[in-house]
Each structure stands twice: as C-alpha cells, then as structure tokens.
C-alpha cells in the first residue's frame, strides 16, 4: 500500500486529495498544526481512515520525526497562509508559513529520505501583474502581494532543490480552483453563501471588493488529481493546471444568482473596505502541457461549478437552518 503525507490536511485541497489517494488505495497521514479548537469539518468523514499527526511549517524538527516515523513515499505541501489580504496584515508570518515553510519541508525530505516524491502547491498568483496572456509554465513571475511573493519563493526553491539534491520535487502552478469546502473569506464562496442566505430570506445585501478582477476558476477535486498525476510521471518537472477561460467576479455573482432568480445588481455593494493594496487583474492559464504529459482536463465548467456551490449552500442552510461551513 503507498504512503503519503500531506501537509494542510485540514485546507480545501488537503482534504479533496485526502479523499482521492484514500480511493486510490493509499495509506494517508495528514499533519496538523495544534490548536486550541480542532477544527476537522472538512475531513469529518474520512476521520477514522487516515494518520493524524502533529507538526507545524514553523518547527523543522516536527517535519523531520514525521518523515522517520511514517516513511512516506510521497509528500504534497499543501499547508500555506493562503488567504491573499491577511498577507499584507502579516507579511513576516506568511513568508515564514509559505516561503521558509517549503524549505524546511525540502530538507527534511533530504535529510530523511532522497527518494521520497515532493509536490509544491505553487499558484497563479506569482504570475501577478501578468506579462503574457495565457499564463504558462515559461511566463515570467510578477507577484502582486506578500503572498504572491512568497509562493514564487516556495517555487524556486523547490527547483533548486531538484536540481541540486536530484529530489523528485515537482510544483504545480495551480490556477484558482473552488466548491463547497472552500473557506468562506475567499469570493466564489462568499458570493455563493450569500446567495443562498439571501434566497432563504436570512440576508438582503452582499459587500464586495472588485467586481472587475478576473480569474480562471476551475473544480477543487479537478486539481488534486493533477497534483498526484505529477508524481506519477518518469521525471520532476512543473505544470500549469488552469481551465484556460476566465471570468470576472462580476460574471460569477450575475451567473450566482440569476441561478436562483435574483438580480445581483438588487444586492450587491461595492465596498472599498476589500480592495486590495496591490491587485491582480487578470489572470488565465494554459493548461497545454498538462494536458498532454499528463492527460489531465478539468470536468466542470463555469456555469457549472457556480451552480455546484450554490446547490450545496443551499442544501447546507436548509439542513441546519444556518450555515455550516466547509462541509462539502
Ligand atoms: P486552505 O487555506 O484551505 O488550507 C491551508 C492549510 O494549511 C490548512 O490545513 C491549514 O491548517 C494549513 N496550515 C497553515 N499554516 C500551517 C502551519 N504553520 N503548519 C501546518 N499547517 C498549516 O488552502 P487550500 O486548500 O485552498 O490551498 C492548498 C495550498 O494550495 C496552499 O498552499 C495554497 O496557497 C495553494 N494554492 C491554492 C489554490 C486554490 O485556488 N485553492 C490555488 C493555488 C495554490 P489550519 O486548518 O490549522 O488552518
Ligand atoms: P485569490 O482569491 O486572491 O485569487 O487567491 P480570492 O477569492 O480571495 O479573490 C479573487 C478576486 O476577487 C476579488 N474580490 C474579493 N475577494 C475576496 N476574498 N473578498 C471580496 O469581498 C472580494 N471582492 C472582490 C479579489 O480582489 C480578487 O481579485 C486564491 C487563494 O486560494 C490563493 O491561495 C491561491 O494561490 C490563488 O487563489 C490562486
């Protein structure tokens, strides 16, 4: 039976891809950070068949007793501050969790076991200010936040370490990708809530930043897929995983509600309280090599992924009579 590990466990994607190695047949460890509240809504259901270990992106040494306790043949680095605006309010901490982070993890890998296959959960966001349009693998990086800044760190230094320490480490520049186990902050599942709330009659108004940013969009399940098809392959290498359309957030909140027969225009209010210092208009990834190394396509569209997440907003409010998040 494969082993492996997977760092952010607990996030959208560590429990989407905790899912998909368990139907593969792995064995899964997932190391959480403690706290004082456990928070496993997202891995509720699949609690009691995988390996809840401690440790922390902070503490080297808690990477390292992991890696000797559980020998994994595969790591995915999935644990990040992910929350793009909290980067600009704790710049240090994000450039520890998701910059230093990847480097700790890097040379635990290394200390421990050589052969153990890495991924690094890179992200279109280093592509910031973009410099080409489509976004792809050789498209220079121009990040826009603390954030952006550290995770083009995490990519080059998972390079570095393939190609210093011959590491079978491989970073997937994953494009935005949502559903209903996404954190509520983030816009696609905030629009979506809020729809429903509002269908239901438990809310009249949605504040948001701008409407005009657009991103590729794509299906969470879609995209741990590919992170495993990365390490599968013969030989390390980097892939853009995108959808290859985009869409503003404008679009998202007309398709969003329209879905349920509303007028967003009715509803929504422009709120300059989440603009963003630095933004990142646009951005939309070719998806090509992926495609054709890995055979890798997303299987929801748009329209399609919009109407997902409201349904199951819907659903949620109507089971509990109030929300509960990131059970998806
Ligand atoms: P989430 O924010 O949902 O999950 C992040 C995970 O990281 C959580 O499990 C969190 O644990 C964990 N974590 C945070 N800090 C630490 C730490 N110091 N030590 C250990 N664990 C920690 O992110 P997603 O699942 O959406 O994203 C997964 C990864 O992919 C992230 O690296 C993100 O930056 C990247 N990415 C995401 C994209 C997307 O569209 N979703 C696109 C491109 C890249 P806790 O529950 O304790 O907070
Ligand atoms: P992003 O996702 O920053 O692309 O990072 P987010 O959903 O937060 O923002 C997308 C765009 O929507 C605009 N926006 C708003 N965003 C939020 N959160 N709240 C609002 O009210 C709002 N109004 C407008 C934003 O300005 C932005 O342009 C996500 C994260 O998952 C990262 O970790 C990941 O690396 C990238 O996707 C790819």
């Not at 980097?238 to 007309?254: I, K, L, N, P």
């Not at 055979?295 to 199951?312: C, I, K, T, Y």
Request: hydrophobic share 40%; aromatic share 10%; proline share 5%.
């Amino acid at each position: 039976m494969p082993k492996a590990l997977i760092t952010g466990i607990t996030g959208q994607d560590g429990s989407h891809l905790a899912d998909f190695l368990l139907e593969k047949g792995y064995e899964v460890v997932g190391m959480v950070r403690r706290t004082s509240t456990i928070n496993f809504d997202r891995i509720r259901h699949i609690q009691d068949r995988v390996t809840i270990v401690q440790g922390d992106l902070l503490d080297q040494v808690s990477i390292i007793h992991i890696l000797q306790d559980h020998h994994p043949e595969e790591v995915f680095n999935l644990a990040a501050q992910s929350f793009v605006p909290t980067s600009w309010q704790q710049p240090v901490l994000t450039g520890e969790f998701t910059a230093l982070g990847v480097t700790r993890m890097l040379d635990a890998v290394r200390t421990v076991d050589k052969n153990i296959r890495f991924y690094q959960a890179s992200s279109s966001e280093m592509f910031g200010k973009v410099q080409e349009v489509p976004q792809r693998e050789t498209t220079p990086f121009y990040p826009r936040s603390p954030y952006g800044v550290a995770k083009v760190y995490g990519h080059w230094i998972t390079i570095n370490y393939r190609e210093s320490y011959n590491l079978f480490a491989c970073s997937g520049i994953l494009f935005n990708h949502e559903g209903p186990r996404r954190g509520l902050e983030f816009v696609t599942h905030k629009i979506t809530n809020s729809v429903a709330r509002i269908k239901l009659g438990l809310a009249t108004e949605l504040r948001l930043g701008n409407l005009e940013s657009r991103r590729d969009w794509g299906w969470a399940p879609d995209y741990v897929r590919a992170m495993w098809l990365m390490l599968q392959q013969d030989h390390p290498d980097d892939y853009v995983v995108a959808t290859g359309e985009t869409h503003s957030v404008r679009e998202f909140c007309q398709e969003a509600f329209s879905y349920v027969g509303l007028d967003w225009e009715k509803h929504v209010i422009v709120d300059p309280n989440f603009y963003r210092p630095a933004e990142v208009d646009m951005l939309v990834g070719d998806p090509s090599k992926a495609r054709r190394v890995l055979g890798w396509q997303p299987s929801v569209n748009f329209r399609e992924l919009v109407h997902l997440m409201v349904d199951a907003d819907l659903a949620a409010l109507h089971q509990t009579g109030n929300h509960t998040p990131h059970v998806g």
